[in-house]
């Protein structure tokens, strides 16, 4: 943070004497302009339940803030979110037009995003849909509008592509808060930016100026604030205009309409104190106004501020982050398949647009507002909106996966399976699948790919029976260079079945396969020694690879603390404080899964080991059975890393952090009196991540997939050893900071799965194996006799020939039958893409994040190029 805003730290709550202030006919803002900003700061829920919260909006901030529009002509006001508008016209269709009228005069504004989330929570295609839900859907139902500052008031975090989604869906301006007071520009890696403005923490910034007795003393108390800022300006050659904001939880519509005349008539006389104009304005006219003077010279801020209330959501609302980021998965393979699936029946009829659109809806609805009074309720309610985003994922991918199965031409056989991948590069991984068989006749079985080969697979040792003696059996089986985005069909046929291995494996002294030379010991893997690198991995003198252990995690998740609240080591136990023995619970041509279990005083643990005989990969799963909800309680994994000098890097919304490069710089600096973030952004820990956490020394690294929101790399315990414990943090039970919250205990069983890759360089050689294998291959099994279709054994239906170009989402656009196709850029790298898709193309455009303003590009029949910027995020339209 620049030395020349220190002095911002006074301005905030003015701790000035007033009878000191001097008439300055010389001001800077003389002859300027005041603009009040007058919000209500909105969670969905946290004062109170749902819908009592949704009541209030209505009837004490947007139907009151209607009657003073009606009865002012000068009167603005900003509503923080489009989500409050739907609400709003569900309850009352009837003011509609009054609604359109005041925000097409530019008096009514709506933030330009769904709501205001934590933004690290969502992967990059749910953070996008903030904009589609949001500006996206308020132009199209407020026709002749236009909605372009994005607010978030209350997180204390900004993703690193959050700036980027805005700048590209037409969002110029931010309203934030909890954060050193000015005007800044936020940069994503690429290039883009937002003007943000922040007066430092929302409520606090305004409560003097609020609070004053008088129409005098709130004038001292203004033109206090004016002179604070008026260096501030000066340095930067900012537009002599100033925006106050008026907003706390709840707050209600000003009326400051006579004070406002009474100033303005003063400002018109002598004008002793050299004050502005005022008058009430939206943020966006204010920002307007203040962005004006092509001289201004901003701060800048460049990369993610990690946000400190991420507790909150991963670790203290397991279950239901776990939903949540399921669905986003599915819902993006769900629109990619039902494009190729209408493309190949040259109609859009059956394209589920609208259960699409209400299970992204659905998907990206909780905000910042977990917890809270009756948090119960709150929780309830976003858990449920996960699961139904997730069900209704499941079930729209097996509608179009399913019908583009039974649209190939099949071998003659038991069973086809088709191995479906939903990524844009080829890939090989292993893939589960289950097969009901009448009779059992699993016991003399095959399975062949197209070409007749023969693929080993075995039967996992979970066998689950129907009522009608039926067996349902678990497969599990390599597939091997499933197209991208595409598919790979293989055969379940009579024959000879693989044959039991007789050799069961053991731990002791050690395991091996054709990959690693594995030791496992009490509390996980004591060593892993890559043969091919001829490097041991992990560092194991205090944890072993994959332990779980345990601490005291008093906190709130969210607050008004300034650094994330650490767990402490009163109640630690991890594993290998106990004895275990290792036992080979399913062994094959496949691969073996060791296990031990051991109880705890909070839970019982179950840890499993999974090798793979034909896939640099090995599995740790763990279970948390029957944790008894004790409050205060966390739950890691570690991951020692045998590195001197780790760097550590993890996926976020479309990018990747690489911890002590891309935080902005320093610290977030002063919000109020008692809060400011003083710890510099690179030293913020834990993080929010989405796929995969990875460390490497420049020779060799270590990728972890993530099935938690949340992770770490700096040892909590007592004497912290030096080198970086990769640690997914899996469990907290935490409490609402609401003096009437609830308490996040959690009880009951919780399960989690980590991949782990090893391999030489850095992230750039894992992350495809860690977003792979938290984004599984999907298959389908059919009857083959029952189908007569036309489509070969394999077919990729669309790709892209760049290796650090990922393709987020193919769909059908919003507003005709052409197709959206989205990607980005993860390597850092401007290159030269080519996409290829199955169906001939007319004509292809570039467009903003949000399927607005094409801009023709050259194409064939085949596909077309495009330069993709160094991280960028594009969007083309498809006729």
């Given at each position: ?719 912290p050893v030096g080198y970086a414990v990769l640690q997914p943090v899996l469990l907290a039970s935490r409490k609402s900071c609401h003096g009437a919250g609830n308490f996040y205990l959690q009880p009951g069983n919780h399960s989690y799965s980590f991949s782990l890759f090893t391999h030489s360089g850095n992230w750039k050689n894992g992350y495809k194996q860690g977003t792979q294998s938290k984004q599984p291959f999907q298959v ?100």
């Amino acid at each position: 943070m620049k030395n020349s805003v220190k002095y911002l730290a006074v301005l905030a709550v003015l701790i000035i004497n007033l009878s000191d202030i001097q008439a300055q006919n010389d001001s800077y803002f003389k002859g300027g302009n005041l603009y009040i900003l007058n919000s209500s700061h909105q969670d969905i829920a946290w004062m109170d339940a749902p819908d009592v919260c949704i009541r209030f909006r209505d009837e004490q901030v947007i139907t009151p803030a209607l009657r003073r529009l009606a009865s002012s002509k000068d009167f603005c006001f900003d509503v923080e979110d489009a989500l409050s508008l739907r609400e709003y016209l569900e309850r009352h269709p009837d003011r509609y037009n009054e609604i359109l009228q005041y925000t097409r005069e530019g008096r009514l504004g709506w933030g330009a995003t769904n709501k205001q989330p934590y933004q690290s929570m969502y992967d990059g295609e749910a953070l996008i849909r903030q904009v589609y839900f949001g500006r996206k859907w308020l132009k199209k139902t407020l026709p002749g509008c236009d909605f372009r500052t994005a607010w978030n008031e209350d997180v204390p975090g900004m993703a690193l592509q959050f700036p980027q989604i805005l700048a590209k869906a037409g969002i110029p301006y931010y309203q934030f808060s909890r954060h050193q007071p000015g005007f800044y520009k936020w940069f994503s890696p690429d290039g883009s930016y937002i003007l943000g403005w922040t007066p430092g923490q929302y409520e606090q910034s305004g409560r003097r100026i609020r609070a004053a007795a008088t129409d005098e003393a709130r004038t001292d108390s203004l033109a206090a604030l004016l002179n604070q800022w008026a260096p501030y300006f000066k340095q930067r050659s900012i537009s002599p205009s100033y925006a106050y904001l008026s907003s706390y939880d709840f707050s209600t519509p000003l009326n400051w309409d006579k004070y406002l005349t009474d100033w303005n008539e003063k400002v018109s006389g002598a004008n002793e104190k050299g004050l502005p104009h005022i008058q009430y304005a939206t943020s966006t006219r204010a920002l307007d106004e203040l962005s004006k003077n092509p001289q201004t010279k901003f701060d800048e801020l460049h990369g993610e501020r990690p946000d400190v209330w991420l507790y909150i959501h991963g670790p203290a609302h397991q279950r239901a982050l776990k939903a949540g980021r399921d669905a986003s998965r599915l819902l993006t393979a769900a629109e990619k398949f039902a494009t190729f699936d209408a493309l190949l029946k040259n109609s859009f009829s059956d394209y589920p647009a609208q259960s699409l659109s209400e299970a992204w809806e659905a998907a990206i609805y909780p905000d910042h507002g977990w917890g809270g009074k009756n948090g119960h309720i709150t929780d309830r309610l976003f858990r449920e909106k996960f699961e139904f985003a997730e069900e209704q994922g499941k079930q729209l991918l097996n509608e179009s996966l399913t019908s583009i199965a039974h649209q190939i031409k099949f071998k003659a056989a038991l069973r086809a399976v088709t191995v479906f991948n939903p990524l844009s590069w080829e890939r090989t991984d292993p893939v589960m699948f289950t097969l009901d068989l009448e009779g059992g006749h699993h016991s003399h079985l095959k399975l062949i790919d197209g070409s007749g080969k023969e693929i080993a697979y075995q039967l996992t040792t979970q066998h689950q029976y129907t009522g009608n003696r039926d067996e349902v059996i678990s497969f599990v089986f390599v597939a091997e260079n499933v197209p991208a985005m595409g598919y790979k069909n293989y055969y379940i046929v009579e024959g000879t079945s693989p044959a039991g291995n007789l050799n069961i494996p053991s731990a002791v002294p050690a395991y091996e396969n054709a990959y690693y030379k594995v030791i496992l010991g009490d509390g996980g893997i004591e060593s892993l020694y890559d043969k091919e690198l001829k490097t041991e991995f992990l560092q194991t003198k205090k944890f072993s690879g994959g332990e779980l252990f345990t601490m005291q995690s008093v906190g709130n998740g969210a607050g008004e603390f300034t650094d994330v609240q650490q767990p402490t080591m009163e109640g630690f136990d991890k594993l290998s404080n106990y004895k275990q023995q290792w036992q080979c619970i399913e062994t094959g041509a496949v691969r073996d899964v060791f296990q031990t279990i051991q109880p705890l005083k909070e839970t019982q643990a179950c840890l499993r080991i999974v090798f793979y005989k034909t896939v640099k990969r090995i599995d740790v799963e763990v279970d948390l059975n029957r944790f008894n909800g004790e409050n205060w309680r966390e739950f890691r994994l570690a991951f020692p890393v045998n590195m001197k000098q780790a760097k550590v890097a993890y996926e976020v919304p479309m990018g990747v952090v690489e911890v002590g490069k891309d935080e902005i710089a320093g610290a977030a600096g002063f919000s109020k009196p008692d809060q400011i973030y003083s710890t510099p952004c690179k030293d913020v820990h834990p993080r929010e991540v989405q796929d995969w956490f990875s460390a490497s020394d420049g020779k060799t690294g270590l990728t972890i997939s993530s099935d938690v929101a949340v992770f770490d790399w700096i040892d909590p315990t007592d004497n912290p050893v030096g080198y970086a414990v990769l640690q997914p943090v899996l469990l907290a039970s935490r409490k609402s900071c609401h003096g009437a919250g609830n308490f996040y205990l959690q009880p009951g069983n919780h399960s989690y799965s980590f991949s782990l890759f090893t391999h030489s360089g850095n992230w750039k050689n894992g992350y495809k194996q860690g977003t792979q294998s938290k984004q599984p291959f999907q298959v389908v099994v059919s009857l083959p006799h029952l189908y007569s279709g036309t489509l070969p054994e394999q077919y990729s239906f669309s790709s892209v020939n760049v290796k650090g170009v990922v393709v987020s989402t193919i769909k059908k656009c919003d507003d005709d039958d052409s197709v959206v196709l989205r990607c980005y850029d993860i390597e850092g790298k401007d290159t030269e893409a080519s996409f290829q898709i199955f169906k001939p193309i007319q004509a292809v455009s570039h467009t903003n994040i949000i399927e607005e303003e094409p801009t023709s590009i050259k194409s064939s029949e085949q596909g077309f190029s495009y330069k993709i910027g160094h991280h960028a995020i594009e969007t083309f339209k498809l006729k």
